[in-house]
């Protein structure tokens, strides 16, 4: 079955450098969701996309943005990276509402390791 | 504020033992509450759910589950722990279409 991909798997950056992080939602699956999570540290929600509007915001910083596409993927824009941003960044979605899914079910990717120097 | 607790930080059990790893979690109404294993390095694999209904779930692995309304909680059990069952185990609440609100995390080690 096809599950949530998440593209670079792995990405070193420098201080005050940006990234793109990007995710490819299982097909037919409308929200998208950005986790971060620190080393030793539980997943935090950053935001989440349903139908290519923000649905939700958590704890993301100024410095990131993020967006859903037309077709369902997401990007998670990173500026001036700090070497706190170093962290397993885990992409997840969920259902369509309108097929009868079970849109509170969320599906992780394998997440992108990002390490800044 | 809403919030899930695993009062246990780390387990260590022997190969062939039960275990039980706890969590609760405060919210008025019944959430969605999952539980999800991460190997080191690795991303979250889902074990087990709980929506409504039967409040005993099973799960993959051999793992299951009961929810408790009156104590508020979702703990996770296994009859015997396989040497392979060593890692993180998150427990996560959803409330009805907003994000998942993990638990900070039950590091399990299993010894020989």
């Known amino acids: 079955a096809a599950g949530v991909i998440q593209s670079p798997r792995h990405l070193i950056k420098e201080k005050r450098e940006t990234a793109t992080l990007k995710c490819y939602p299982i097909p037919r699956h409308d929200t998208v969701y950005w986790y971060q999570q620190g080393p030793g540290q539980d997943p935090q929600f950053l935001i989440s996309f349903y139908e290519k509007m923000q649905s939700d915001k958590g704890s993301i910083p100024d410095r990131f943005s993020a967006q859903q596409f037309s077709d369902y993927h997401s990007e998670l824009n990173m500026s001036s990276l700090e070497l706190g941003d170093s962290a397993l960044y885990f992409c997840?979605?969920?259902?369509?509402?309108?097929?009868?899914?079970?849109?509170?079910?969320?599906?992780f990717g394998p997440g992108t390791r990002l390490t800044v120097l | 504020a809403q919030s899930v607790t695993q009062p246990d930080i780390h387990i260590t059990v022997s190969e062939g033992a039960s275990l039980e790893l706890r969590c609760n979690y405060s919210y008025g109404a019944t959430p969605y509450l999952f539980w999800y294993v991460q190997s080191p390095g690795q991303g979250l694999q889902l074990l087990l759910k709980y929506f409504s209904g039967d409040t005993l779930v099973q799960g993959i692995k051999g793992f299951e589950a009961e929810f408790k309304r009156s104590q508020s909680s979702f703990n996770l059990r296994k009859p015997s722990v396989h040497w392979s069952d060593a890692a993180e185990y998150f427990c996560a609440y959803h409330n009805y279409g907003q994000n998942f609100v993990f638990g900070p995390g039950t590091r399990l080690s299993v010894l020989p």
């Open positions: 997840a979605s969920s259902p369509s509402r309108l097929a009868g899914g079970s849109y509170n079910e969320q599906f």
